[in-house]
């Protein structure tokens, strides 16, 4: 028999859910503030896991499921909530069972199917890091559910993630930092590629600066970070706060964001626009290298490691939650450290 604590939140979200399409999340949030204050004062019967009214097909179980998750986690990264329900809406195709009935059994099969989905057109399987990405991804979805007592267990959690092959990290070396310079042809560009380049933030922190965030005397800038949400300082170097500063003194426009469009109406530039406009230089340029804002990242990483910073230092210039995070990349000595080692030996 479910405890009366389980039932009122499967009522609450049961009410949630049904009005969630009449109400924005402001309004939606105080209804749940009083509903909770009213379920206080009360004891309930049982009920069963999901409310009867969501209980006629499949689908309709599986739907109030999605929408009670857009509800509670309204608050995460759209690029986040994209990936997890993405990942789930790709497993309902191919597994048509209710979500609180999926079992490791079908978890396996879904990724089986997963590794091959592409082959028909590329003759190729997935990587084993595309796979255990989209491990990661079912993980989370049905680790809240389980924090939601929809369900008991996380049937992804028996599922063994796959061996992934060690690749040297990915990063531009000089040359390649200098003819992205060379190929920007507006302001806009170079001060996007040295900011990238010296802050090493992720995409998703880089366009979310605003021009107010930043202490234009120190270089310093209060990033809130994606993996963990704190707010952490980042740096700007002389040489990118130069660029930086050439391009905010022509621009015109009123939006607070550090990096824009270059088309009215001037909104703030997404993680795409990024991603496209460095490929459109890496484009101009003729480079054969993979260009993508990350790598910048991994740069200034090996950057670091290069210089002799231990993995403290590169942790918190990363803004890694986790030494584990920072060593699996950068623990290992490079070329450029086993070439200094070896002439001190000398």
Known sequence: MANTQTIKSQMRDAILVSMSQYM???????LRNVIEEQFVRVNMEEITTLPAEVTRSIDEQNKYI???FLIKKEALREETKYNYLNAIKKLLTQVDKPLTDMTDIDIAYYLRWYETRNMQNTGKRNLNSTINNERRYLSA???????QKL?????VESIEKKREERKPIDFFE?????????GCKCKRDRAMI???RSTGLRVGEF???DIADIDFRTGDVWVRREKGGKHTPAYIDEVAMHYLKEYLDERTDNCPALIISKRRPYNRL???GVRAALKEIAKRQGMKVRVYPHKMRKTLGMSLKNKGYDIGVIQEVLGHNSPATTSRYYAESTKDTLRSIRRQAA
Do not use: G, H, K
């Open 270 to 272: 997404s993680d795409s």
């Open 151 to 155: 369900i008991y267990d996380n049937p």
């Open 207 to 209: 366009c979310s600066i």
């Open 24 to 30: 924005d999340a402001a309004v939606l949030d105080i």
């Open 66 to 68: 999605i929408e009670l």
């Open 174 to 182: 000089a040359s390649e930092l200098e003819s992205l310079r060379e």
């Open 141 to 147: 979805f049905f680790s809240w559910m389980r924090t």
């Open 194 to 196: 040295e900011v990238l």
